[in-house]
Structures are given as C-alpha cells and as structure tokens.
C-alpha cells in the first residue's frame, strides 16, 4: 500500500508517495514552497496541489507538521503563522483534498520512521530523537512507543530556548563553525541525558548532510547516531501514520 507523507516545514512542504509496509519511498521527494504567511487556508491549498501531483496514490494521507497536536488540534505555533493554533489539521487536509488524515507533530513523525524503518530499528530502552532545523523538535519513545508532544527544543537552558541557542538556523544565522555549533549542540545532549537517561540519540534534520563536519564533535555517555532517513523522515513518518489510521 502506498500513501502520502508530507512533511511541514518554515521554507518548503516535503511530499513523497511511502510505501507504507516497508517505509521506502515510492518516489523522490518533491519540494512546495511554504507560502507566505503560511495561514491554515494558505497551507490547504499547498495540500490540495499536492494530493492532485499524484493522482495514483489514493487513501489516507500523512501530514506533519511544527506544531504541539492534541485530539487532532494544533495547540501551539513556535516557528509558524500563530492562526494554526486551534486548527484541526486533518479536517483541513480533508477539506481539501476529501481524504482522511493523520496529522501529527513533525517530530514525533521523524522519530516513528527512524524507530520502524531507519537508525532505530530494534533499539529497546529509550531513545530520543532530536531534529534540528529552523527550530528543534524532539520525540522520545520507550521500547518502540512514542510519548507524543514532547518539545525538548523548547527547555531553556543558560536562560535561553534550546532551539534559539542550537537549531541548525541560528549555525547560519550566527555563522558557527562547526566546533561552536557543536558545542551548542553538546549542552542540549548532556541535558536531556541528565533528565532521560536515554540508550539512543538520534540527530535528523537537514543539517545530518554535513554529519562529517560535526558528528565527529558530539560528545555524550549515550550513543549518538544520525537519522538514516536524514530529511526524508518526516515524509515517512507522516506516511506511517496514516496507515494506522
Ligand atoms: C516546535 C515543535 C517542532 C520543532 C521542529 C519547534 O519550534 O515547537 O513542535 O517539532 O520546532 O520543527
């Protein structure tokens, strides 16, 4: 069975037919454009264009997106346009392109791939997964279960957010190197592990491209390892959870 992830992001929604059994994609990924501001109508309309890009690929959708989901409700807007908070996400994919949806947290979706089909594949015990791009998202599952809504990105640290001290946008934006990143990155991880104590870390957003840079740096008494799906995780996760609708 083949169904369609999309994963929410600040510049581009990802889409990619998944199929569902084994978590390959069935296709490349294809880039839309967030438009701008990217209002709940605004993001539909995306949806619409993308579910009439694959007319063959039919069922339940997958859609990921920025945002706390509580019984099917954005509750929260860090990164995106503050109308999302309140907006039932899977009745606005169903408004647009009349299929039923999943619609969950974009981490929580990255971190489902990665445990049923990439870096955490048969890992017991816990493991956090930590994605970093415009702002860090965090999911954290006990022996394959996901605690949904966890926003790690957001614990404060030194009097300041997580995610505006070491999201892979604040690297461009402050121009780090990869040392100073790093050791951005090394805090957030020798915190959540003196609160969770976990037996995995997997690192996923974009910025995994350039794992050889500061993989190397990572310092931390868990095992940290880099998404296997890199920035196709949330695409298929999002398609993961559509098929256990
Ligand atoms: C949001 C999270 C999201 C993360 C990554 C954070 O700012 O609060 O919900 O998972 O960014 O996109």
């Known amino acids: 069975m083949r169904l369609l992830g999309i994963d929410t992001g600040g510049s581009s929604l990802k889409a990619a037919p998944v199929d569902a059994t084994t978590g390959a994609l069935a296709s490349d990924i294809v880039s839309f454009p967030t438009p701008s501001p990217a209002t709940p109508t605004a993001i539909g309309s995306v949806v619409r264009q993308i579910a009439a890009a694959y007319p063959g690929v039919t069922g339940p959708i997958g859609f990921a997106f920025p945002s ?3 019984a099917g409700v ?3 807007a860090a990164n995106v346009d503050k109308s999302w908070i309140g907006t039932d996400g899977a009745r606005l994919v169903r408004d647009a392109t009349g299929r039923p949806a999943a619609f969950l947290n974009d981490a929580d979706a990255a971190g489902l791939a990665e445990l049923r089909v990439g870096a955490g594949r048969g890992q017991d015990g816990t493991v956090i997964m930590l ?6 998202g965090s999911a954290i599952f006990h022996d394959g279960h996901l605690l ?3 926003e790690f990105g957001h614990m404060e640290i030194r009097g300041m957010e997580a995610e505006h001290r070491a999201a892979a946008r604040i690297r461009t934006i402050d121009q780090l190197s990869w040392e100073e990143w790093a ?3 090394n805090e957030v991880l020798a915190r959540m592990h003196a609160l969770f104590w976990p037996d995995l870390f997997i690192l996923g957003g974009g910025v995994t491209e350039n794992w050889a840079s500061f993989g190397p740096l990572l310092e931390s008494p868990t ?17 993961l959870a559509a098929a256990e609708l």
């Open 74 to 76: 954005a509750c929260t």
């Open 148 to 150: 949904p809504n966890t």
């Open 183 to 185: 050791r951005r990155v």
């Open 223 to 239: 095992r940290i390892v880099p998404a296997e799906l890199g920035n196709t995780a949330g695409v298929v996760g999002a398609a």
């Open 68 to 70: 706390v989901v509580k």
């Open 131 to 136: 994605t970093f791009g415009t702002g860090i």
